[in-house]
């Protein structure tokens, strides 16, 4: 009954982050290479919760520059606008477009924050060692993985605008300061969470035995 509660790892077995073989690796110093690809083999990302602060403490920064700088600017022979993320949101909700704007704002502004949120408390439980809900935290980071990508919704809106409004000096619409600090934020937070090492929710419990 004990040997059903180890991981992988603890029997020995490492996937190469390359190819995804499973091989049998002994726990020594001497480094250990994957036979079919020659990729070094590894029971753990090396460095993965290091990175993956970094990455996101990153993300947190550009974070406040994203939701304040302008991220689109609109132009006519009457009018002159720039929008962020809020306004614009504000501005398609006063005009009656309130399906859109409930989207913009929850994949803009909710869905990176929360990444960012779900991210750091993996962070930190992995750090503390942490045996709450292991099976609840990885999903929560196939969650994040899986959601994360929607995020570019609003880099995507202002690429397909600027695309279809050419009228010469008639309009134009071109992408503001904050849509690159906006997908910074979003490519950090997938760097990051590709960085972070789902394993490691899992290791605090291989301690445990079974009666």
Sequence with gaps: MKALRQSAA???FCSC???SLVSRR???SHPAYCPRCGASLHFRKPGSVSRCWALLIAAYILYIPANLLTIMETGSLFRYRKDTIISG???LWRTGSWVIAVIVFIASVTIPLLKLISLTLLLVSVQRRSRWRPRQRTRLYRLVELVGRW???DIYVVTLLAALVHLGSLATVKAGPGA???GAVVVLTMFASMQ???RLIWDPLQKESTP
């Design 10 to 12: 603890g029997q020995g």
């Design 196 to 198: 972070f090492d789902p």
């Design 26 to 28: 002994e726990r020594t």
């Design 180 to 182: 690159l600090a906006f």
């Design 17 to 19: 982050h390359v190819c």
């Design 151 to 153: 995020s570019m919704l």
């Design 89 to 91: 949101v504000v501005e």
